[in-house]
């Protein structure tokens, strides 16, 4: 990534500081504002904030989403606005989450770790039947939950080929099963854990309603509706759920079962990130090879 463009980053950081007044801490009015635009990567999936380190993790898929070129690549930019280093060798990285011990990854068909504090590589993963996994949580049980969205891109575009399936993997253990599989996840993208109601919700990319599901249940239960094309969900300090669509390039927010179009004008948003400590929503632009950081009020 181009060194000037982090620095202007860290100037945007320095000067927007949690609960300052104005515009560039969200205003006044409770509308969310852009704090900065980071530049120079390659298809970016995926951005998680790691609080223990302060550092923010980009997945880039850089090339096609479902083929093993080994192209892909995570970037890891610290709080001073450099990057401490690039873990290389994937293929097509999306979803990510952090255990104690491990940063891990989706790749296509199978789940990868790395030590968070250097980028080494520690365990793969295969998740036998996956087609095309998205995105990855950590249950309450410490096992990780994997959405599989199960399409394939082919001279048509996206072909759903697959079942939706929501894998779980016993991190100690390393033993993948299928905790759900049924149509009604319709597709299924991002999913995160909401330890307030003690469930997951996941949202689909091809369905338009937010879904919630409780480990060990085999049915899901619609929350609240929008436009569809479903990628990122985040949960944010004051419990409001906040989800990114494709459908009219928007990230909504949930409240009360009730969507407000928060951001607007944001093309192809895909896995957002949420950094706790500022405050701040981080939107992936897909096909725009840049991460929007939105404050929020």
Do not use: C
């Given at each position: 990534m181009n060194r000037m463009k982090l620095w202007a980053l860290v100037a945007l950081l320095g000067a927007c500081k949690p609960g300052a007044k104005g515009d560039q801490a969200g205003g006044t009015s409770g509308t969310p504002t852009k704090a900065a635009t980071v530049t120079g990567f390659q298809t970016p999936e995926?951005?998680?904030?790691?609080?223990?380190?302060?550092?923010?993790y980009v997945s880039n898929i850089n090339g096609n989403p479902g083929e093993k070129d080994g192209n892909g690549y995570i970037s890891v930019i610290d709080s001073s606005g450099t990057v401490k280093y690039t873990i290389k060798g994937l293929d097509a990285?999306?979803?990510?989450?952090?255990?104690?011990?491990?940063?891990?990854?989706?790749?296509?068909?199978?789940?990868?770790?790395?030590?968070?504090?250097?980028?080494?590589?520690?365990?793969?993963v295969p998740i036998p039947g996956a087609v095309f996994l998205n995105d990855i949580a950590v249950g309450p049980d410490g096992a990780l939950y994997i959405t599989d969205?199960?399409?394939?891109?082919g001279s048509q575009?996206?072909?759903?080929?697959?079942?939706?399936?929501?894998?779980?993997?016993?991190?100690?253990y390393?033993?993948?099963?299928?905790?759900?599989?049924?149509d009604s996840l319709a597709r299924p993208n991002g999913i995160t854990?909401?330890?307030?109601?003690?469930?997951?919700?996941?949202?689909?990319?091809?369905?338009?309603?937010l879904l919630a599901w409780k480990p060990g249940e085999t049915t899901v239960t619609k929350l609240a509706t929008g436009p569809g094309q479903f990628?990122?969900?985040?949960?944010?300090?004051d419990g409001a759920t906040w989800v990114s669509s494709w459908a009219d390039s928007s990230v909504y927010r949930y409240a009360s079962g009730q969507g407000t179009n928060a951001i607007k004008g944001v093309p192809s948003p895909a896995d957002i990130g949420y950094d706790a400590r500022r405050n701040r929503l981080l939107v992936?632009?897909?096909?725009?090879?840049?991460?929007?950081?939105?404050?929020?009020?």
């Open positions: 995926s951005v998680l904030w790691d609080s223990a380190q302060d550092v923010y990285p999306k979803g990510m989450v952090l255990t104690p011990n491990w940063l891990w990854v989706t790749d296509i068909d199978m789940i990868r770790s790395f030590d968070p504090g250097n980028g080494a590589p520690g365990a793969r969205t199960a399409i394939r891109f575009g996206a072909e759903h080929v697959g079942t939706d399936r929501i894998f779980r993997v016993t991190e100690g390393l033993r993948v099963s299928v905790a759900l599989q049924t854990w909401d330890a307030a109601n003690q469930r997951f919700i996941v949202v689909p990319f091809g369905g338009n309603s990628d990122g969900v985040e949960i944010t300090r992936p632009i897909f096909t725009g090879n840049r991460v929007e950081i939105w404050q929020l009020q």
